[in-house]
C-alpha cells in the first residue's frame, strides 16, 4: 500500500486549500484514513480521521470547524478541505490509513504513512 500526499502550498491567512492522498491498492475503501500534521519543532499531531464508508469523522480541536475530511473511495482518495487558515497551521501534512476497524486520532493505529505535503501559512 503507498499513500501519496499533495495540495500543499503557500497560502495567506484566512485561505484555504485542499490536500489530496491517493491511495494505492484495492483495499482502499476498508481503511480508516488519518491526517498528521507535524509544525516545525514540534511533535506531530492528529488532525482529522474517517472511517471507511465517510460516515464517521473526528477532528482535532483546533481545526475543527475550519477543516472537513472526506473520501472517495471510487476514487482511492481522502481529502482534507482547510479553511480559515492561520499561521498555526503551518506543518507538514501526513495522511495515513489503517488496517481496519474505527478511525483513530493514535498514531500508533496507523500502518501506513504517505510522505508528507508541506502548508506554509503566511500572516
Known amino acids: 500500500v503507498q499513500l501519496q500526499a499533495s495540495g500543499g502550498g503557500l497560502v495567506q491567512a484566512g485561505g484555504s486549500l485542499r490536500l489530496s492522498c491517493a491511495v494505492s491498492g484495492r483495499t482502499f475503501s476498508t481503511y480508516p484514513m488519518g491526517w498528521f500534521r507535524q509544525a516545525p519543532g514540534r511533535e506531530r499531531e492528529f488532525v482529522s480521521a474517517?472511517?471507511?464508508?465517510?460516515?464517521?469523522?473526528g477532528y482535532a480541536d483546533s481545526v475543527k470547524g475550519r477543516f472537513t475530511i472526506s473520501r472517495d473511495n471510487a476514487k482511492n482518495t481522502v481529502y482534507l478541505y482547510m479553511n480559515s487558515l492561520n499561521p498555526e497551521d503551518t506543518a507538514v501534512y501526513y495522511c495515513?490509513?489503517?488496517?481496519?476497524?474505527?478511525?483513530?486520532?493514535?498514531?500508533?493505529?496507523?500502518?501506513?504513512w504517505g510522505q508528507g505535503t508541506l502548508v506554509t501559512v503566511s500572516s
Open positions: 495515513a490509513a489503517a488496517r481496519g476497524g474505527v478511525w483513530s486520532r493514535s498514531e500508533s493505529s496507523y500502518v501506513y
Open positions: 474517517i472511517n471507511w464508508s465517510g460516515d464517521s469523522t
